[in-house]
């Protein structure tokens, strides 16, 4: 790279010489804070040489860092500060460039003098803290921190470094106090209150057992901090991300529909609005939005697969399908919407294309358990049990190879009723045991156990304790109900098993999700109890439903008895 050229060096002298920076050079939070600066002009020919040669050790640093040799360029900033000791403008500039270097040593060193007898700005005695925080030095770091708000009281910096302190020396409680100070500050800018939510956005991610008696102190700052209406668009983002945090998704929809407005190009503002409504459940202006953007973008993949995302919450499958398999034409690498597609088109009693899907899956990715996860329901759904079994095999092998936490009470709740489909009985009770295991109130795993058995006339006992604790858990499911009159019927007592089922079948009629075989089970009571009219009332439901060879052979044979009876 070229030196600098004489136009640079002397803007940078410039500006020294009058005891300012450069606004690059300025922190990120403090653009407005006062500094000490030497007289504007040399009172004697000894200060007018000082002067002059700390600006050229200055420019040289200048020029050697466009040369990319940083290290030396320090070299030539700590001299240039030496030569002029009073200009704490070329001070507090020099320490910020020691402090990005972790020379914490040197940059004490330069602030030390620039503030001392009691003197320096609140910025340099801002800028000590911090530089004795990096250095470990924390009771150091803490007074000079308290100097400085003593001089400003509403400069972030100087809050951020107690913070991080605190938060250092393992002392959550005092950090939060730091910040709930840092709230009364009056006169604070935009900026201040912006930078200070986001502090408080950190700490309750870390600490959230303070979020119900902080929370109101952060929407308190971010309420000032929206009423200062701040233009800049980079700080109108920030806001509006730490109201989101805040549960005030409104106010953050609205700041990013004004970015949204002054730059209606930007799909960054348009996706980060998405992701608000969708957060708040807001599908309407979700939609609207990824609308918006698939008009502009027609390629677009990300909005296709929210839209198809969307559709499946809403058990519009068919839309899901569509927008999924547009994600999928504009990315075809992006892994996920190929599950999302297989689930939606299992869902829509697809099961042959979702196979395909992942079929297409498989030549493209790494084996993994999502991909063996839907292979497995898909077969399930085409009632091809054996290779629904396979794959739950393979998709349990997968996970405790690499994602144990995969293994869920859901997983071996699943892989059991598959196997218990399979006819492997023994299979499908160690499953279910094992779902059990792991969240023993899962109440659908009690029930498909506990009717397994008692179908099977096993394990009757407990078979109807299982049954009896996922009744418990929901009194109103039918299948329960259902179930609980079956164990009762299958231990010989038909009486007390027919107000179960007569409840299943209430309750199912209210459901309007009709099952042959609670129809079956009322009828097996009734003839049970030699009501023959009833059981033919009900095998005549049950067939009407669905025409089951062995449901029919009962209804005939309850016929031919009432034929021969008087």
Same mark, same amino acid.
């Given at each position: 790279?070229?030196?600098?050229?004489?136009?640079?060096?002397?803007?940078?002298i410039?500006g020294?010489?009058?005891?300012?920076?450069?606004?690059?050079?300025?922190?990120?939070?403090?653009?407005s804070?006062?500094?000490?600066?030497?007289?504007?002009i040399?009172?004697?020919e000894?200060?007018?040489?000082?002067?002059?040669?700390?600006l050229?050790?200055?420019?040289?640093?200048?020029s050697?860092?466009?040369?990319?040799k940083g290290?030396?360029?320090?070299?030539?900033?700590?001299?240039?500060?030496?030569?002029?000791?009073?200009?704490?403008?070329?001070?507090?500039?020099?320490?910020?460039?020691?402090?990005?270097?972790?020379?914490n040593?040197?940059?004490?060193?330069?602030?030390?003098?620039?503030?001392?007898?009691?003197?320096?700005?609140?910025?340099?005695?801002?800028?000590?803290?911090?530089?004795?925080?990096?250095?470990?030095?924390h009771?150091?770091?803490?007074?000079?921190?308290?100097?400085?708000?003593?001089?400003?009281?509403?400069?972030?910096?100087?809050?951020?470094t107690?913070?991080?302190?605190?938060?250092?020396?393992?002392?959550?409680?005092?950090?939060?106090?730091?910040?709930?100070?840092?709230?009364?500050?009056?006169?604070?800018?935009?900026l201040?209150?912006?930078?200070?939510?986001?502090?408080?956005?950190?700490h309750?991610?870390?600490?959230?057992?303070?979020?119900?008696?902080?929370?109101?102190?952060?929407?308190?700052?971010?309420?000032?901090?929206?009423?200062?209406?701040?233009r800049?668009?980079?700080?109108?983002?920030?806001?509006?991300?730490s109201?989101?945090?805040?549960?005030?998704?409104k106010?953050?929809?609205?700041?990013?529909?004004?970015?949204?407005?002054?730059?209606?190009?930007?799909?960054a503002?348009?996706q980060?609005?998405?992701?608000?409504?969708?957060?708040?459940?807001?599908?309407?202006?979700a939609?609207?939005?990824?609308?918006?953007?698939?008009? #502009?973008?027609?390629?677009?993949?990300?909005?296709?697969?929210?839209?198809?995302?969307?559709?499946?919450?809403?058990?519009?499958?068919?839309?899901?399908i +569509?927008n999924?398999?547009?994600?999928?034409?504009?990315?075809?690498?992006?892994?996920?919407?190929?599950?999302?597609?297989?689930?939606?088109?299992?869902?829509n009693?697809?099961?042959?294309?979702?196979i395909?899907?992942i079929?297409?899956?498989?030549?493209?990715?790494?084996?993994?358990?999502?991909?063996?996860?839907?292979?497995?329901?898909?077969?399930?759904?085409?009632?091809?049990?054996?290779?629904a079994?396979?794959?739950?095999?393979?998709e349990?092998?997968?996970?405790?190879?690499?994602?144990?936490?995969?293994?869920?009470?859901?997983?071996?709740?699943?892989?059991?009723?598959?196997?218990?489909?399979?006819k492997?009985?023994?299979?499908?009770?160690?499953?279910?045991?094992?779902?059990l295991?792991?969240k023993?109130?899962?109440?659908e795993?009690?029930?498909?156990?506990?009717?397994?058995?008692? +179908?099977?006339? +096993?394990?009757?006992?407990?078979a109807?304790e299982?049954?009896e604790?996922?009744?418990?858990?929901e009194?109103?499911?039918?299948?329960f109900?259902?179930?609980?009159?079956?164990?009762?019927?299958?231990?010989?007592?038909?009486?007390?098993?027919?107000p179960?089922?007569?409840k299943?079948?209430?309750?199912?009629?209210?459901?309007?999700?009709d099952?042959?075989?609670?129809?079956?089970?009322?009828?097996?009571?009734?003839?049970?109890?030699?009501?023959?009219?009833?059981?033919?009332?009900q095998? #005549?439901?049950?067939?009407?439903i669905?025409?089951?060879?062995?449901?029919?052979?009962?209804?005939?044979?309850?016929? +031919?008895?009432?034929?021969?009876?008087?």
């Amino acid at each position: 790279m070229k030196p600098a050229t004489f136009s640079v060096i002397a803007l940078v002298i410039g500006g020294l010489w009058s005891g300012c920076t450069t606004p690059e050079q300025q922190p990120r939070s403090e653009t407005s804070v006062e500094t000490k600066t030497s007289d504007q002009i040399p009172s004697t020919e000894e200060d007018t040489e000082r002067r002059i040669e700390a600006l050229a050790r200055f420019a040289t640093g200048v020029s050697k860092e466009l040369q990319n040799k940083g290290d030396l360029a320090l070299e030539d900033f700590y001299k240039s500060v030496q030569a002029d000791p009073d200009n704490e403008s070329l001070a507090i500039d020099v320490a910020r460039r020691f402090l990005r270097k972790r020379e914490n040593d040197k940059a004490i060193e330069v602030l030390e003098n620039a503030t001392k007898n009691g003197e320096g700005s609140a910025l340099a005695l801002a800028m000590l803290g911090l530089a004795y925080a990096q250095q470990n030095e924390h009771d150091k770091a803490i007074m000079a921190c308290e100097r400085s708000l003593a001089k400003q009281p509403n400069s972030i910096v100087p809050y951020r470094t107690l913070y991080q302190v605190h938060m250092t020396r393992q002392k959550a409680d005092a950090a939060l106090a730091t910040l709930q100070k840092a709230a009364t500050a009056t006169n604070a800018s935009g900026l201040f209150l912006i930078d200070l939510g986001e502090l408080m956005v950190a700490h309750l991610r870390a600490h959230p057992t303070v979020r119900e008696s902080t929370m109101p102190v952060l929407k308190d700052v971010l309420k000032r901090a929206v009423a200062i209406k701040p233009r800049n668009a980079i700080l109108v983002a920030r806001l509006a991300d730490s109201l989101q945090f805040a549960d005030e998704p409104k106010q953050a929809a609205e700041l990013y529909l004004g970015l949204l407005g002054r730059s209606p190009n930007s799909i960054a503002f348009r996706q980060r609005l998405i992701d608000i409504y969708l957060r708040s459940n807001d599908k309407k202006g979700a939609i609207l939005q990824l609308e918006t953007i698939l008009k #502009e973008q027609p390629t677009n993949a990300q909005a296709n697969y929210f839209l198809g995302v969307i559709a499946a919450e809403d058990n519009e499958w068919k839309k899901a399908i +569509e927008n999924y398999r547009r994600t999928i034409q504009f990315n075809e690498s992006f892994e996920p919407v190929y599950y999302d597609l297989a689930g939606a088109l299992i869902n829509n009693d697809k099961p042959d294309d979702a196979i395909s899907v992942i079929t297409a899956a498989r030549k493209k990715f790494k084996a993994k358990f999502t991909m063996e996860f839907y292979s497995a329901l898909a077969h399930g759904r085409k009632k091809a049990y054996g290779e629904a079994v396979k794959h739950y095999t393979a998709e349990e092998l997968i996970a405790k190879r690499d994602e144990p936490e995969r293994l869920t009470h859901f997983f071996y709740f699943q892989a059991g009723a598959a196997y218990e489909r399979n006819k492997d009985f023994e299979q499908a009770a160690r499953y279910f045991t094992k779902s059990l295991e792991i969240k023993p109130d899962f109440a659908e795993a009690m029930n498909y156990l506990g009717y397994m058995w008692a +179908e099977r006339g +096993e394990n009757l006992d407990k078979a109807k304790e299982l049954i009896e604790k996922a009744v418990t858990a929901e009194p109103e499911n039918a299948a329960f109900l259902d179930s609980m009159g079956w164990v009762l019927f299958q231990m010989g007592k038909a009486h007390e098993s027919l107000p179960w089922l007569l409840k299943s079948i209430e309750n199912t009629s209210v459901e309007k999700e009709d099952d042959p075989t609670l129809f079956e089970h009322l009828g097996d009571v009734y003839f049970k109890l030699d009501d023959l009219r009833n059981a033919r009332v009900q095998y #005549e439901k049950a067939v009407k439903i669905e025409a089951k060879p062995e449901i029919v052979k009962k209804l005939n044979a309850v016929q +031919e008895r009432l034929r021969k009876t008087p």
